[in-house]
């Protein structure tokens, strides 16, 4: 009798950590988990009190029924971004779920090259803070989402208005100071291009950052860096970062006036092989960005957000994370158990 034919298993699925940034803040993003989980507190409350009292004014902040009129700006948003990626990768590596690889969007990607070893979570923090310093002297301005492409948005581009952002084949994101991207927005609109203005007060990757860093250059220092453990895929270079790249701080001083190239570089990473993207940050932005990338369309990779779309009550925070770790559980190739720390 002929041995029966084994059945082909199924290929393990390589779990990209995705980290949000600049934009997807939202009040009280993932304050549910605030002294319910033990690791996503301890690593907030780290935060809080490295940052001294300005750690104390976010956390009043973050935590508040009605988010500070300085919510968007750099010194709110950026920090509590940053801290909260960074509770939420820890959380869920606690959880039993290690990455393959890591990737982030803006200071996403801070906190991606924070999981993966290039920074200590107090080096970011301190090297945030600085940057706050730095770049609050940055021309009032901001950036605006479009829905169309590259070549469709350069015919309406004004003096001083950059492409900031390329986040899918029609999702862009246009970069400048005031008075220049408000005359863009009139022109966009009046050309009928849907647009709308991105949640931030200053003109994020637009060359200006360029200058503002070189006159304050004195007021960041370079603590040491480490090659990653985990593979990070920087939206910066369309790659995966090497060693000499990851190492080096002119790198990451320089980010803040480089295009994000997240869309491209998203679209390469899930084209290669199985994945399955968890998007581990306040909101569903990227989700929704992988879910119309054509890998996972045709049903080759996947993408989870572990948040509700939008922050709701404590427990949504709760029920969405343990849901979302069912379901990661129940994949092919997962951890035999899965389980959050509340």
């Given amino acids: 009798m002929d041995a029966p034919t084994p059945h082909p298993t199924t290929p393990r699925r390589r779990v990209v950590f995705a980290f949000p940034g600049q934009g997807a803040q939202q009040p009280r993003m ?9 690791s996503f507190t301890a690593t907030m409350d780290h935060a809080f009190d490295a940052l001294g009292p300005a750690g ?9 029924a009605e988010a500070p009129a300085a919510f968007d700006d750099i010194s709110y948003a950026q920090p509590l971004l940053y801290a909260v990626d960074c509770a939420l990768g820890t959380m869920l590596a606690e959880a039993g779920l290690r990455p393959d690889a890591v990737l982030g969007h803006s200071v996403g990607e801070l906190a991606a090259a924070t999981l993966a ?14 940057y706050i310093g ?6 009032p301005g901001g950036m605006l989402a479009v829905a169309a492409g590259p070549e469709e948005v350069e015919t309406h581009l ?7 952002a390329v986040n899918g ?15 863009v927005e009139t022109a966009l609109r009046r050309a009928g291009v849907t647009c709308s203005r991105a949640r931030a007060l200053q003109p994020f990757h637009h060359p200006v950052m360029r200058r503002v860093a070189a ?10 860096l480490r090659p990653p453990h ?6 910066y270079t369309g790659h995966t970062l090497d060693e000499a790249t990851a190492t080096d701080w002119r790198f990451w001083t320089s980010q803040p006036a480089e295009p994000v190239l997240f869309g491209p570089t998203l679209q390469r990473l899930l084209s290669r092989g199985r994945h399955l993207l968890v998007e581990a940050g306040p909101g569903q932005s990227l989700t929704a960005l992988a879910r119309r990338t054509p890998a996972v369309a045709n049903g080759d990779a996947e993408a989870l957000a572990l948040l509700p779309a939008r922050a709701g009550s404590p427990d949504d925070d709760v029920k969405a994370v343990r849901a979302a770790l069912e379901q990661l559980a129940a994949g092919p190739g997962a951890p035999a158990e899965l389980s959050p720390d509340f």
């Fill in 134 to 139: 730095v770049y609050r002297h940055a021309p």
């Fill in 117 to 130: 070893g290039v920074f200590t979570f107090d080096c970011g923090l301190r090297y945030l803070s600085e």
């Fill in 169 to 183: 084949p029609r999702q862009v994101l246009l970069s400048a100071p005031e008075p220049a991207l408000s005359q």
């Fill in 230 to 235: 985990t593979t990070v895929l920087s939206a």
């Fill in 215 to 224: 006159a304050h250059a004195d007021a960041l220092t370079r603590p040491p």
């Fill in 30 to 38: 993932a304050a549910g988990l605030y002294g319910v989980s033990p």
């Fill in 56 to 64: 104390r004014t976010l956390r009043a902040g973050w935590l508040a």
């Fill in 158 to 164: 004004v003096p001083d208005v950059v492409i900031g």
